[in-house]
């Protein structure tokens, strides 16, 4: 077997046995499908046997993406694609050992998330007003992505039926169509009584069918990631913010925040709905270096 057809094999594995996200799915293909492409000029190969996915070939892949000039996260994210891949072969039966476990990827710089202070998201929340129906919707689209933490695309699957306005809690679909119960505070479900009332309205003013969209654009249909950035973009400018904020950002905020007021870090993964406690604790390097500024400043013999 080439490892082409591995390849189409290991990607129908993890769309329907694994039920990964198409976007996962993807990025798997992109970095396979070059890994397989650099393997190939490489060998001068029409196509990849298993006896050319070895250790030796796939740290010249590694090095040549270092030679490109490609980040650091890109290349990590290669490897462990192509680790992933190797693991795959193996329990298949067409590798003996994963050629890729010896390699190590590149040491990553640790970068702490940008966020916005408390007092810059109430200038960002108030940026859309509540003039018209589509401002109520963006104001309710930023007051939820901001109280409940979500990732943009959980925000733009969100459901009417998933939101329990009586409960403040809400239905949230993410990474691996994982549930979880996501928190909504007095202001988001504020915004959101006064939004999905409009948006009834607008459905119906429009002929437009019903849709289980909570956030819906001016056709009707549901709102994408791209709109959701494009609409952020729009009321960064409104509200003088810094304008390489985007919808994750407020996700940062959402943690830093609540750590900062004393939230239990655990709490704070659960809400944010991390696998791993180690990506929560990114947050805590922030209120840790924030307070080691404030103790510089403050303290006579600091």
């Not at 960002?124 to 104001?139: E, F, I, V």
């Not at 929560?280 to 270096?289: A, C, E």
Request: charge should be positive; proline fraction near 3%.
């Amino acid at each position: 077997m080439t490892l082409e057809q591995g390849l189409a094999d290991y990607l129908v594995h993890l769309g329907v046995e694994m039920n990964s996200a198409a976007h996962t799915v993807k990025s798997y293909r992109e970095d396979l499908s070059q890994a397989l492409g650099f393997v190939r000029e490489h060998m001068k190969k029409s196509s990849v046997e298993d006896r050319d996915w070895n250790t030796r070939v796939l740290r010249a892949f590694i090095a040549w993406l270092h030679e490109q000039g490609y980040a650091k996260t890109t290349i990590a994210r290669r490897l462990a694609s192509v680790r992933s891949f190797g693991k795959f072969l193996c329990r298949q039966g067409v590798l003996k050992v994963n050629p890729a476990e010896a390699l190590r990827g590149p040491r990553q710089d640790k970068k702490l998330p940008h966020f916005l202070t408390v007092a810059d998201v109430g200038k960002l929340l108030a940026a859309p007003g509540t003039g018209s129906p589509l401002a109520n919707r963006d104001r309710a689209l930023l007051e939820t992505l901001y109280s409940a933490g979500l990732r943009v695309s959980e925000l733009c699957g969100l459901n009417v039926a998933d939101v329990d306005m009586t409960d403040g809690v809400c239905v949230v679909r993410g990474k691996g169509k994982k549930e979880r119960l996501a928190l909504l505070g007095d202001p988001a479900k504020e915004a959101l009584r006064a939004w999905l009332g409009q948006r009834t309205l607008l459905l119906a003013e429009y002929g437009l069918g019903d849709t289980p969209a909570v956030f819906v654009n001016k056709s009707g249909g549901r709102l994408t990631t791209r709109s959701v950035g494009r609409l952020l973009i729009k009321h960064l400018r409104t509200a003088g913010l810094d304008p390489r904020t985007t919808p994750h950002t407020l996700r940062h905020s959402f943690a830093t925040h609540l750590l900062d007021a004393g939230a239990d870090i655990r709490g704070v993964q659960e809400l944010l709905g991390h696998k791993s406690l180690a990506t929560t604790q990114i947050y805590t390097h922030v209120t840790t270096t924030r307070l080691q500024e404030s103790y510089h400043k403050a303290h006579p013999r600091a």
